[in-house]
């Protein structure tokens, strides 16, 4: 039996939150996983193992602003934004990276000044699927600030 003095019983959310804040989590958060995933992303021939990829990026690239750019700089941009097929969940994943690259300051100018990178977000705005848009609507604030 265990005794309740030694361990403290913690809930779910609070044994997520620890597992994402934790040391395991900075392990992964690496550039060499970031292209690894990608690399799953690229050649995957699943939807759902495309969207589990492309969703540990994004929240890798959370833990560490730094990853997606050093993708963007391997992969190449337009490759980038050849990702963002019909899939609405990708679609959010790879907004979610720039607006948290973006955000952070990093290639704003190289990005913004893309124009196939401006054409390509703005047409993300006529999306049926309002969290594309939302964050559709928050890149393009970033790069107008």
Same mark, same amino acid.
């Given at each position: 039996?265990?005794?309740?003095a030694k361990y403290?019983?913690?809930?779910l959310s609070q *044994?997520?939150?620890?597992c994402f804040?934790g040391?395991h989590s900075?392990?992964?958060s690496?550039?060499?996983?970031?292209l690894l995933l *990608?690399?799953l992303f690229?050649?995957?021939?699943?939807?759902?193992l495309?969207?589990?990829?492309?969703s540990?990026?994004s929240r890798?690239?959370?833990l560490n602003?730094?990853?997606f750019?050093?993708?963007?700089?391997k992969v190449? !941009?337009?490759?980038?934004?050849d990702?963002?097929a019909p899939?609405s969940?990708i679609?959010?994943s790879?907004l979610?990276m720039?607006?948290t690259? !973006?955000?952070c300051?990093?290639? !704003?100018?190289?990005?913004?000044?893309?124009?196939?990178?401006?054409?390509?977000?703005?047409k !993300?705005?006529?999306?049926?699927i309002a969290?594309?848009?939302?964050?559709?609507f928050?890149?393009?604030?970033?790069i107008?600030?």
């Amino acid at each position: 039996m265990v005794s309740n003095a030694k361990y403290k019983l913690i809930s779910l959310s609070q *044994w997520k939150l620890l597992c994402f804040l934790g040391v395991h989590s900075n392990k992964f958060s690496t550039t060499e996983v970031a292209l690894l995933l *990608w690399n799953l992303f690229s050649h995957c021939s699943s939807d759902a193992l495309k969207v589990v990829a492309i969703s540990a990026l994004s929240r890798i690239n959370k833990l560490n602003a730094s990853i997606f750019p050093s993708v963007i700089d391997k992969v190449g !941009l337009p490759n980038v934004l050849d990702s963002m097929a019909p899939n609405s969940k990708i679609q959010q994943s790879v907004l979610t990276m720039f607006l948290t690259m !973006l955000s952070c300051g990093q290639h !704003l100018t190289r990005v913004s000044q893309d124009r196939d990178f401006v054409t390509r977000i703005m047409k !993300l705005l006529e999306s049926s699927i309002a969290t594309v848009r939302a964050k559709t609507f928050l890149l393009l604030l970033v790069i107008a600030e």
